[in-house]
């Protein structure tokens, strides 16, 4: 498991079936590279000038589905010395994660982000017709020039960055 899937991770992992099957895991790991889980898109760069000249701006109208969580039940805790996204590049983190009846909630309960710290939650419901989503951060006395070249590419803007976000469709 542990050279397949991460090849310095640590920990413990379980699989239970029954009714629906569910998965209880506790990771740590020195890196955690997630551009291997989650490629680029073909002709999709790190920029955002392909999707300027092209123009597609990345958003779809497609009926956003969480129905595949009814499928499983989880309970994951996750913990890297770093995380890479793309260009955006973390230090230390702490994940807990949870999928019960439809229902995905995460929590980065800490983040090392560009010289300052961040907190983050994550929530996905498909338990019922209207799926639903929202996202909640805190992020404290972050490097912004760094930031916000590696997360949006934009290279004019520097000096600490404080930001608070909720957002719920």
């Known amino acids: 498991f542990r050279r397949v899937l991460f090849r310095s991770a640590k920990g413990d ?18 890196r955690l590279d997630l551009n291997r889980w989650f490629p680029l898109a073909a002709g999709e760069g790190n920029g955002s000038a392909g999707a300027a000249r092209s123009g597609d701006t990345g958003w779809s109208d497609a009926r956003l589905d969480f129905t595949g969580l009814r499928g499983l039940d989880a309970h994951l805790a996750l913990a890297a010395s770093e995380l890479i996204w793309r260009d955006l590049k973390l230090g230390s983190v702490e994940l807990k994660a949870s999928i019960a009846e439809g229902r995905l909630t995460a929590d980065l309960a800490r983040a090392a982000v560009y010289g300052g710290n961040a907190t983050a939650r994550l929530t996905l419901d498909g338990s019922s017709e209207m799926p639903t989503a929202s996202l909640a951060f805190a992020g404290t006395q972050m490097d912004g020039l760094p930031l916000l070249r590696d997360l949006a590419h934009i290279g004019r803007i520097s000096g600490k960055l404080d930001a608070d976000a909720d957002l719920k469709s």
């Not at 239970?16 to 506790?26: K, L, Q, V, Y």
Request: charged share 30%; net charge negative.
């Open 13 to 30: 992992a379980a699989l239970i079936f029954g009714e629906r099957p569910r998965i209880e895991a506790s990771l740590g790991m020195d």
